[in-house]
């Protein structure tokens, strides 16, 4: 596989379910990314993790709990969701310190519905 | 803080036709700009980035955008659009100064192409 893979695509859950979002990239990034994409909204940055360790917090809910437990893997734990948690997440990567430019590669997305 | 508008939340053009879509942005320094594309239900594809240099940027499938620093703009063209350009696509501004990629995004164009 290449690029960066996300599963599941679709989850439907209700508020006091617990699940996971998971996301796998075979780049050799460093930096791993959780965006939120809702109706009528600019993408919203979630976390950044970069060589595991969580640099960004954009202030989310604790109902959200990132997992980076390598560079090339990336989880987000979901549990007591609010139907306004009902989005498309997206996951990205991107190079390492050394060779930074921004530049982000996304999967496709988790297509998440809290009923 | 960094900033995206783009003032069209959509577009409708005919196939053959030429495209412009609009986006400026806030940044203190020299940014990093980003054009991408969503088709529905998929992730984000990049189609071209401006670090520096020429102004004048080519992308995939055709697609070009020129940076203008005296307009804080970097709107996106097309010669001729096919109707598999049909799509939402956002401009980014990239924040360099940090050890790994930092977008924000800009709410969208939905571009629809009528055969």
């Known amino acids: 596989e290449t690029g960066v893979t996300q599963t599941p695509r679709h989850l439907v859950m209700g508020m006091t379910n617990k699940k996971s979002l998971k996301c796998e990239q075979h780049?050799?990034?460093?930096?791993m990314y959780w965006y939120k994409q809702s109706a009528k909204k600019p993408l919203e940055l979630m976390f950044v993790?970069?060589?595991?360790?969580?640099?960004e917090n954009n202030s989310v809910p604790s109902r959200f709990s990132p997992e980076c437990p390598n560079s090339s893997h990336l989880f987000l734990h979901l549990h007591t969701l609010q139907p306004e948690d009902s989005a498309l997440y997206l996951c990205?990567?991107?190079?390492?310190?050394?060779?930074?430019?921004?530049?982000?590669?996304f999967g496709e997305g988790s297509r998440l519905t809290v009923l | 803080a960094q900033s995206v508008t783009q003032p069209d939340i959509h577009i409708t053009v005919s196939e053959g036709a030429s495209l412009e879509l609009r986006c400026n942005y806030s940044?203190?320094?020299?940014?990093?700009l980003f054009w991408y594309v969503q088709s529905p239900g998929q992730g984000l594809q990049l189609l071209l980035k401006?670090?520096?240099?020429?102004?004048l940027v080519q992308g995939i499938k055709g697609f070009e955008a020129e940076f203008k620093r005296s307009q804080s703009s970097f709107n996106l063209r097309k010669p001729s659009v096919h109707w598999s350009d049909a799509a939402e696509y956002f401009c980014?501004?990239?924040?360099?100064?940090?050890?790994?990629?930092?977008?924000?995004f800009g709410q969208g164009t939905i571009l629809t192409v009528h055969p």
């Open positions: 401006y670090f520096s240099g020429d102004t």
């Open positions: 980014a501004v990239g924040d360099g100064g940090t050890s790994y990629g930092k977008l924000t």
């Open positions: 990205a990567s991107s190079q390492d310190s050394s060779g930074n430019t921004g530049e982000l590669f």
């Open positions: 993790y970069n060589f595991k360790e969580q640099t």
């Open positions: 780049l050799g990034h460093n930096a």
């Open positions: 940044y203190g320094a020299t940014p990093y």
